[in-house]
């Protein structure tokens, strides 16, 4: 399995537009962040070649095209804001090109969003015009209630973002005597975190990969700043964390240099682990 940061920037992007600051103008690569997302890519127990995605930010065409993604079988949701939503439109070229419907995968609160900010996609039966939307098949998850997927447990999880509870997912591979001992798996996605409820440690433990937020040096109200995401990824415990949802607050190098060992930030375009296949089991 091959997991791939899309995008490691905050809802304005990293360059923000009209800054001047030292990482907006930055020259290097690591310090450009396209919005959050990331993808997993496996061969499936069957032998199929699938790409998993997590979210659809507004920069996923540019993402994608960077990436040479040419397929998209499941897209797992984990809230509903425009950072996170707004590249949902952009699916339908992969079900042009694979000719197959995507799942989509949101609990019951964001799957409603989603219904009502894209009904033309929904609800294509009432567009004026026959439209050229995506193809999706909704199922509807909640916190704690795993599912398989193409020979992984995605196991949904409760964070906190604010006041608002949204999803983190933890990828576990279902055969774990034929896992390859190079995988990243056990991992675990929690962006836009400001709290973990008690009820959410249980399923952070053992974990080999941790994804999660840090926004910037200064306390925020819905995300972890560098401190308090350090504390996390230490009582975690992964023997990696890479820190995702990056504000222009924090210059790549510098920020990694005074991080401890087994925490860095990601940076767009980051790949972890190799193309192997997931299996023998059901998917």
Same mark, same amino acid.
Not at 207 to 227: E, G, I, M, S, Y
């Given at each position: 399995?091959?997991?791939?940061?899309?995008?490691?920037?905050?809802?304005?992007?990293?360059?923000?537009?009209?800054?001047?600051?030292?990482?907006?103008?930055?020259?290097?690569?690591?310090?450009?962040?396209?919005?959050?997302?990331?993808?997993?890519?496996?061969?499936?127990?069957?032998?199929?070649?699938?790409?998993?995605?997590?979210?659809?930010?507004?920069?996923?065409?540019?993402?994608?095209?960077?990436?040479?993604?040419?397929?998209?079988?499941?897209?797992?949701?984990?809230? /509903?804001?425009?950072?996170?939503?707004?590249?949902?439109?952009?699916?339908?070229?992969?079900?042009?090109?694979?000719?197959?419907?995507?799942?989509?995968?949101?609990?019951?609160?964001?799957?409603?969003?989603?219904?009502?900010?894209?009904?033309?996609?929904?609800?294509?039966?009432? /567009?004026? /015009?026959?439209?050229?939307?995506?193809?999706?098949?909704?199922?509807?998850?909640?916190?704690?209630?795993?599912?398989?997927?193409?020979?992984?447990?995605?196991?949904?999880?409760?964070?906190?973002?604010?006041?608002?509870?949204?999803?983190?997912?933890?990828?576990?591979?279902?055969?774990?005597?034929?896992?390859?001992?190079?995988?990243?798996?056990?991992?675990?996605?929690?962006?836009?975190?400001?709290?973990?409820?008690?009820?959410?440690?249980?399923?952070?433990?053992?974990?080999?990969?941790?994804?999660?937020?840090?926004?910037?040096?200064?306390?925020?109200?819905?995300?972890?700043?560098?401190?308090?995401?350090?504390?996390?990824?230490?009582?975690?415990?992964?023997?990696?964390?890479?820190?995702?949802?990056?504000?222009?607050?924090?210059?790549?190098?510098?920020? /990694?240099?005074?991080?401890?060992?087994?925490?860095?930030?990601?940076?767009?375009?980051?790949?972890?682990?190799?193309?192997?296949?997931?299996?023998?089991?059901?998917?």
């Amino acid at each position: 399995m091959r997991f791939v940061f899309l995008g490691t920037g905050t809802s304005a992007g990293v360059p923000a537009i009209g800054c001047d600051c030292p990482v907006c103008s930055s020259a290097d690569p690591r310090d450009h962040r396209t919005r959050t997302s990331a993808f997993l890519h496996l061969i499936d127990p069957q032998g199929h070649e699938r790409v998993i995605l997590i979210d659809t930010s507004p920069d996923l065409r540019a993402q994608a095209l960077r990436e040479r993604l040419r397929r998209c079988d499941a897209i797992l949701f984990t809230h /509903n804001h425009v950072d996170h939503t707004f590249g949902l439109d952009e699916v339908r070229r992969f079900n042009a090109v694979q000719k197959t419907p995507i799942s989509i995968y949101a609990e019951a609160k964001t799957m409603g969003d989603l219904r009502r900010v894209f009904a033309h996609i929904f609800d294509k039966d009432k /567009n004026v /015009n026959d439209s050229f939307v995506a193809s999706l098949i909704p199922y509807q998850i909640e916190p704690e209630k795993p599912f398989d997927l193409y020979g992984l447990r995605v196991t949904p999880l409760r964070i906190l973002h604010g006041k608002l509870g949204i999803l983190g997912y933890r990828f576990d591979v279902l055969d774990k005597a034929s896992a390859a001992a190079e995988s990243r798996l056990p991992l675990a996605y929690c962006t836009d975190v400001s709290g973990i409820p008690p009820e959410t440690w249980k399923h952070l433990r053992g974990l080999k990969t941790l994804v999660l937020d840090a926004l910037r040096h200064r306390k925020h109200q819905t995300h972890l700043c560098v401190d308090e995401a350090v504390t996390v990824a230490e009582n975690v415990g992964a023997e990696e964390t890479y820190f995702v949802h990056m504000s222009h607050d924090l210059p790549h190098a510098q920020t /990694n240099a005074e991080l401890p060992d087994g925490i860095r930030l990601a940076h767009d375009g980051l790949v972890l682990g190799q193309l192997e296949t997931i299996g023998p089991a059901a998917g």
